[in-house]
């Protein structure tokens, strides 16, 4: 297969995902803009307006990202949620923003629907092994006895006390570490800041994630899913108004040791990082939706990502395995285009089980007492 890589800035040549141009076409002037946060790059690019129009939208969206990371940091003292977790660790409770409540929610209700593969709950074990820095880990992993503590303190959502906008929690082991879909929580409130500011034609590309509104020159925005064995990108997907496109990878942050590679994604269930998946694209409506599920498909492997899927309302998936399989559900293939002569090898078909009763979370707490 001859492989492309047409680039989209920095950000996404770090990502899993990459713009490309479906066909270079004339159209109204393109604005730029271009920040980091969220450990990432976040590329703004509107389409169809003045310049001043939409520099305005451009920095109203870039004020709210900032003011996002510093809000939903859990590492960096000062913030709102770095609060929660102290308040947590000393028993006690505190009140935070609506926002931040309903982000909280939220995560609380795909930990849920995921059966417990998507943790928000887990920070200790995500700081344990040093993914919880914007660089990347040094030195060996942590040793058994210290995953294994963590892991029997069983730190979940449902520990969680939600009273308006006081939070708490019934165990102190719990650590909320909200990497796992802060970024696609932020991304739909960003489109929606866009949106306030009467933009129609915009996408947003936060390190690979994309959510898009409207299109790119009267045609659909078209993002490209990373190859992660080559460099080089599997398909093309035209997204719709609307719609994000969110990738999972172990590729990108990791701690090696010894020859040994560890990713970033670690499975709440053993404590230690997700080996058998490389990637799980999502593709879906809601970018909060689909960064959790990216990240509960990954954690349940080959065989488990099916029914998590299913309860957790997403139809649209491609998987790849540490061996190179492609297995993709029916809505996925149906959008997925060769981004050359064709895709780098066959695709399994993979049937979603009917949606019917959202998994458990597992731990008899799933529906926790209020204040």
């Known amino acids: 297969m001859r492989r492309l890589w047409a680039g989209f800035g920095l950000a996404a040549l770090c990502g899993a995902l990459v713009l490309i141009a479906a066909h270079q076409v004339e159209g109204p002037p393109a604005y730029r803009e271009t920040l980091y946060v969220f450990g990432t790059l976040v590329e703004i690019e509107i389409r169809g307006e003045d310049r001043d129009t939409a520099r305005t939208a451009s920095a109203a969206v870039g004020r709210l990202l900032q003011e996002l990371h510093s809000d939903w940091h859990a590492w960096r003292p000062g913030g709102a949620l770095h609060a929660v977790n102290t308040a947590i660790a000393q028993g006690r409770t505190v009140q935070v923003d609506e926002r931040l409540a309903e982000l909280l929610q939220e995560g609380r209700r795909l930990s849920c629907a995921s059966g417990g593969h998507f943790n928000p709950a887990i920070g200790g074990l995500v700081g344990l092994w040093g993914f919880h820095a914007d660089t990347p880990p040094q030195g060996a992993p942590p040793g058994p006895d210290a995953i294994a503590a963590l892991v029997a303190a069983d730190p979940r959502m449902t520990d969680l006390r939600l009273e308006g906008h006081r939070i708490g929690s019934v165990n102190p082991a719990v650590r909320l570490d909200l990497g796992g879909y802060a970024k696609g929580a932020a991304l739909d409130l960003a489109a929606a800041e866009l949106r306030a500011h009467g933009i129609a034609d915009a996408v947003l590309n936060a390190g690979g994630d994309v959510n898009v509104l409207g299109t790119h020159s009267q045609r659909p925005w078209r993002v490209a899913i990373r190859d992660p064995f080559a460099w080089g990108v599997v398909g093309a997907i035209a997204l719709r108004p609307g719609e994000v ?95 050359g002569d064709s895709l780098p090898g066959p695709v399994e078909l993979i049937k979603l089980p009917a949606r019917g009763t959202a998994l458990s979370c597992g731990n008899g707490r799933d529906n926790p007492p209020r204040y």
């Not at 299913?310 to 399989?325: E, F, H, K, N, W």
């Open 245 to 339: 496109l969110y990738t999972s990878g172990n590729y990108e942050r990791y701690l090696d040791h010894d020859s040994e590679r560890f990713a970033h994604i670690i499975d709440p269930r053993t404590g230690y990082p997700v080996r058998e998946i490389v990637s799980v694209s999502v593709l879906d409506s809601s970018g909060i939706r689909a960064d959790a599920a990216a990240t509960a498909l990954s954690v349940a492997g080959r065989t488990g990502w099916p029914d998590v899927a299913a309860s957790m309302g997403i139809t649209a998936v491609l998987m790849i395995t540490d061996t190179g399989r492609l297995m993709a559900t029916p809505a996925m293939l149906a959008r997925l285009e060769p981004a």
